[in-house]
């Protein structure tokens, strides 16, 4: 059932590049725990349905697409309120059947409910995360925690538990199949790990709590997204350094932002920051820029998250208590591939001195070089791109500019195309304007199977910033392939915040842009191949879910994709080999920054969890945790935590964030085995890919799925030789 994808789909497309599969964990199944005969299905009454296109059954091609162009905001509390009334009646027909519990009329019936509300949900969703206007968080601001408690209710039934629980006791007994038994296990987990076998008056409280934190997580989100659209004015004569692209974009952010001819405006989110800090000669420029974009929802006025964080955190930590568990972490990982934060601890301490040390080295030649042309002072945070850019050029006779003119938004988005054809044998055919979208610059494509045509699903691709966009890149699901609803075609999509060019101008992105755009396609390839039976199965665990979409950005580099899509804009011509080899000899280069900003945010994110009174000042918190773990003082987490989406925009990465090097050891160890085939295009490698990792969304254990495709468990050793690690 996809009860939890209202929840689940703030969740998930909230957490950064969240996958937005709609994992959930809970969901129940199908068959009889006596041998029953055929189920007596108790079908609700009939109740008309209102006259609201959020609740109408999507129609149109690929089985029903959503009908963006008819929302409206107004249509929300009706439709949110009748879904959730029906999905009521739904689960109270299943949890007071009168036949005896079986795997069909409980744990099948289960799976089927809520589908009015999984849809509305999933248009609720992408208000959430592309069109969050004023008039939209007033409304979530009332319907997330209604939605929270919509939740529990069902969670929380205790005439429903009984039912679950009667199936599961007696389920070997009743010729389940291998995948209806996981179905079986896995929802009757998820409803104990979710508080179903707790006492009334505890159950409550846990209710409360998990109200309390949809609210605490809108509030955050809003927050931070306010702070995200503030913006450093800057005049002509600070831009020395900044590439003529960079230019245009803050020349044209002045202007949607009605500020004097002259002005420039930096906007307060990574892709307009990073160029800054990187090129910008100007260093008190730098430096408030850096400033403002570290310390989004840190400035102690209306925007500041660090109450929230605590009351969060605190909340979380009571949650976990009367759950049973030592803490937030505790809890959260246990339906994980890691299962425990040792084992993730573990992994991420056996990088970080590594990481810590190369770090040291970075900035011992930045310094270097920076001394060379006049420089006296220390390294700060804000001069550190600015310096690592200078030595990339010293050392590689590389610049990221120099690269910028072959990576064409565009010809990227075809090389994604491209190279999923190679591999999975997947065609795109752009059908923008035939289909609803929710945005006159949103571009639509049909997805089919080359082998014989046949349609696999809808891809939809939202690009551009704007206002009420969190920021970013993230991957949507819309709709699953699940055989059960009768659902066979995808419906999904990948959102970018790029800076709308002048018309008929092209976009020009970084490598480290398109590396993302790979990322995000990975995503979308998966959930395009996942062909599951069960609504619970068409999702990964946490930390399996980044895997997918991480492998999928090693084909970028390939010379068959260079030489094919990057392509001078304006003379057509492809990167030269020479600069690709230079490209290839800085593969490592800067990976002491790089992981040290992602795993000092894991580490905190994991050891702020494992509190297990959930009592922090978050800013006190994060300098001590920091100074313990021996962060380097010129650098900053990734995301420090009074603007960790990931963490505070809903419960998915919360002491999750450890989850990209999980899945980057899976990843690295995958890659390794395309290149020991000596073609990383390998057909036959490829499909077992296909088929038994991502195909097979959750329906194994991902653990042996892994194991199947490999042959062995994932060896650590390739992550560490690919980030330029030693690796004893
Ligand atoms: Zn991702």
Redesign the pocket.
């Known amino acids: 059932m996809k009860r939890m994808v209202l929840a689940g789909s703030a969740l998930v497309a909230l957490g950064g590049?969240?996958?937005g599969q709609p994992y959930t964990g809970v969901e129940a199944g199908p068959t009889a725990v006596a041998e029953s005969p055929a189920p007596a299905v108790v079908a609700p009454a009939a109740i008309p349905v209102p006259d609201n296109v959020l609740l109408a059954d999507w129609t149109g091609p690929y089985g029903g697409v959503p009908p963006w162009d008819q929302v409206k905001l107004a249509l929300f509390p009706e439709a949110l309120q009748f879904a959730v009334e029906e999905q009521r009646r739904e689960v109270a027909a299943i949890a007071d059947n009168p036949d005896a519990p079986t795997f069909d009329n409980t744990i099948v019936a289960l799976e089927k409910a809520g589908q009015r509300l999984g849809r509305v949900g999933t248009i609720y969703g992408l208000y959430t995360n592309n069109l969050s206007s004023p008039e939209f968080q007033a409304i979530r601001e009332e319907w997330d925690p209604k939605l929270s408690a919509a939740s529990d209710e069902v969670t929380l039934n205790p005439r429903l538990f009984q039912r679950i629980k009667a199936v599961y006791d007696a389920r070997q007994g009743l010729g389940l199949d291998a995948k209806q038994l996981r179905l079986v296990e896995k929802t009757y987990e998820s409803y104990v790990r979710n508080g179903a076998n707790l006492e009334p008056a505890q159950k409550e409280q846990l209710a409360t709590i998990n109200q309390q934190l949809a609210s605490a997580f809108g509030s955050f989100s809003n927050k931070v997204l306010a702070d995200e659209g503030k913006y450093t004015v800057a005049a002509a004569g600070q831009l020395k350094g900044l590439p003529q692209d960079v230019q245009s974009a803050a020349k044209s952010a002045a202007a949607q932002r009605n500020l004097p001819a002259g002005q420039y405006a930096i906007v307060n989110t990574r892709s307009a920051v990073d160029p800054v800090l990187t090129f910008a000669d100007n260093r008190a420029l730098r430096e408030k820029v850096w400033r403002e974009f570290v310390n989004r929802g840190d400035n102690g006025d209306a925007n500041d998250t660090n109450a929230t964080i605590a009351q969060i955190v605190k909340l979380r930590a009571d949650r976990a208590r009367l759950l049973g568990y030592p803490s937030h972490a505790h809890w959260r990982m246990q339906d994980t591939m890691a299962k425990s934060p040792d084992r993730a601890m573990d992994l991420m301490m056996r990088v970080w001195p590594a990481a810590v040390a190369r770090e040291k080295e970075e900035v011992a030649d930045m310094a270097a070089l920076a001394r060379k042309s006049g420089f006296k002072g220390r390294i700060e945070p804000w001069d550190y791109l600015y310096y690592a850019e200078k030595v990339r050029k010293a050392r590689y006779d590389l610049s990221q500019e120099e690269l910028k003119p072959y990576f064409q938004l565009d010809n990227m988005v075809q090389a994604m195309f491209w190279s999923a054809g190679e591999l999975y044998g997947y065609d795109f055919k752009e059908n923008t304007g035939t289909v609803p979208v929710f945005n006159p610059d949103v571009r639509t494509f049909e997805v089919t199977n080359r082998k014989d045509g046949s349609l696999v699903g809808l891809w939809y691709l939202d690009t551009y910033a704007r206002p009420g966009k969190r920021s970013g890149a993230w991957h949507s699901a819309y709709q699953p392939r699940i055989r059960l609803l009768g659902d066979d075609l995808v419906l999904n999509s990948n959102n970018n915040n790029f800076t709308k060019p002048a018309p008929g101008e092209p976009v020009l992105i970084s490598l480290d842009d398109a590396n993302t755009m790979f990322?995000?396609f990975g995503?979308a390839l998966h959930y395009l191949t996942i062909d599951v039976n069960y609504p619970t199965f068409a999702g990964s665990q946490r930390d399996f879910v980044?895997y997918p979409?991480q492998v999928n950005e090693n084909w970028l580099m390939t010379p068959e994709v260079l030489n094919r899509f990057a392509k001078h804009y304006k003379t057509g011509q492809p990167i030269p080999p020479a600069l690709v080899a230079k490209i290839e000899k800085a593969k490592t280069f800067n990976q002491g920054y790089a992981t040290v900003s992602y795993l000092s945010s894991a580490l905190v994110d994991m050891k702020l969890h494992l509190k297990p009174d959930g009592v922090v000042d978050p800013d006190a918190f994060e300098r001590t945790t920091l100074a313990e773990l021996g962060m380097p003082r010129e650098m900053v987490m990734r995301h420090r935590l009074p603007q960790f989406n990931h963490l505070f925009a809903s419960d998915s990465y919360s002491a999750g964030y450890y989850s990209y090097l999980w899945s980057e050891v899976m990843d690295a160890d995958t890659w390794a085995a395309f290149e020991g085939a000596g073609n990383v295009w390998d057909k036959t490698i490829a499909g077992r890919f296909k088929s038994m990792i991502l195909q097979t969304g959750n329906e194994t254990d991902r653990t042996e799925a892994y194991r199947a495709f490999r042959g062995r468990d994932p060896d650590a050793t390739a992550l560490l030789k690919r980030r330029g690690f030693p690796t004893n």
């Open positions: 590049c969240a996958a990322h995000e995503h980044e979409s």
